[in-house]
């Protein structure tokens, strides 16, 4: 059993890489933009998105230590971006004996992800393509939040999809 904490820029390949994952472990899949798009489609307009997000994350580790207190492998499909997300994750794989792993998406090249933020198909909540320099791009990449001490795959999401499955399930079963 492992708890999988996905790192990454929106529209890096979180959620594709996830899913692909889930499709050779079964594990389950707990996603950020699901929670907090339903969370932002049924509040009231006043709310804060913001407000909404960490309400969206309360009811994401409810159920991530739910499903791993039942003995499933569970893979939380969020950017990781506040060191609090990678402290609550570690604890709960340890609370519930889970192997914690971490895998990050990278994508150095702002055109293409750009490409792919205008090309899904987006929730409510999720972002479309965005203005940032490429002078300025290794910078925000680098605002993930990673566990110290702790052994993270960073995967380069630009190759296709079967270029590094194998090596991310391999780390996962480690």
């Not at 009231?44 to 309360?58: C, F, S």
């Not at 940032?132 to 999401?157: F, H, Y």
């Amino acid at each position: 059993m492992f708890f999988l904490q996905m790192s990454g820029f929106p529209g890096s390949g979180k959620s594709t890489l996830a899913k692909e994952i889930g499709k050779y472990t079964n594990a389950i899949i707990v996603d950020h933009d699901i929670v907090k798009s339903a969370l932002v489609e049924e509040l009231p307009d006043d709310v804060d998105p913001k407000r909404a997000g960490g309400i969206a994350y309360h009811i994401e580790w409810a159920l991530v230590d739910y499903h791993l207190s039942q003995r499933h492998s569970v893979i939380l499909d969020s950017p990781c971006l506040y060191d609090p997300l990678v402290e609550k994750g570690i604890a709960l794989a340890a609370k519930h004996r889970a192997k914690y792993k971490y895998v990050e998406c990278i994508l150095n090249d702002i055109h293409t992800l750009n490409e792919r933020l205008r090309a899904r198909e987006r929730m409510i909540t999720q972002i479309g393509p965005v203005d940032i320099p490429e002078d300025q791009w290794q910078a925000v990449i680098n605002r993930a939040k990673k566990p110290s001490g702790l052994p993270c795959m960073q995967v380069d999401t630009s190759l296709p999809l079967g270029e590094y499955i194998y090596d991310v399930l391999s780390y996962i079963h480690q």
